[in-house]
């Protein structure tokens, strides 16, 4: 879409606000996991993770592609890492790892899992 394909180009040069304008524009026409993911990524850098979180599971619940899911699915569980949200974070590393096929990033997936499972859980 051009809204999602500008939102790009404002993020590129630093203009954030404005790319959230357009993606807002083009999220109340139609749902797209690829703008809300865009959106998410964008709170994220603003500092602002819970609403980071937000947009992924809103991207998530308008049924991604199984590889734009894969890639809602990380940015997700990493943030709840980041965050000490343990339960919901081991949740979505677990779901990744049952969607990914047998490779270095799925290695990359059960590695966290583990250092997760070691450490003590907080909720």
């Known amino acids: 879409s051009a809204y999602l394909d500008r939102a790009r180009l404002l993020r590129k040069l630093g203009r954030n606000p404005e790319a959230l ?21 964008i709170r994220q850098e603003q500092g602002q993770p819970a609403l980071a979180i937000e947009a992924w599971d809103k991207a998530l619940a308008n049924q991604p592609t199984p590889q734009q899911r894969i890639r809602l699915l990380l940015a997700r569980a990493d943030q709840l890492t980041k965050l000490g949200r343990e339960v919901p974070a ?17 290695t990359r997936v059960k590695d966290r899992l583990e250092e997760m499972q070691v450490k003590p859980r907080k909720k």
């Open 90 to 106: 081991l949740v979505g590393w677990k779901e990744l790892l049952e969607l990914l096929p047998p490779s270095p990033e799925q």
């Open 21 to 41: 304008g357009d993606l807002d524009r083009m999220l109340a026409l139609a749902d797209d996991p690829g703008g809300a993911f865009l959106r998410a990524v």
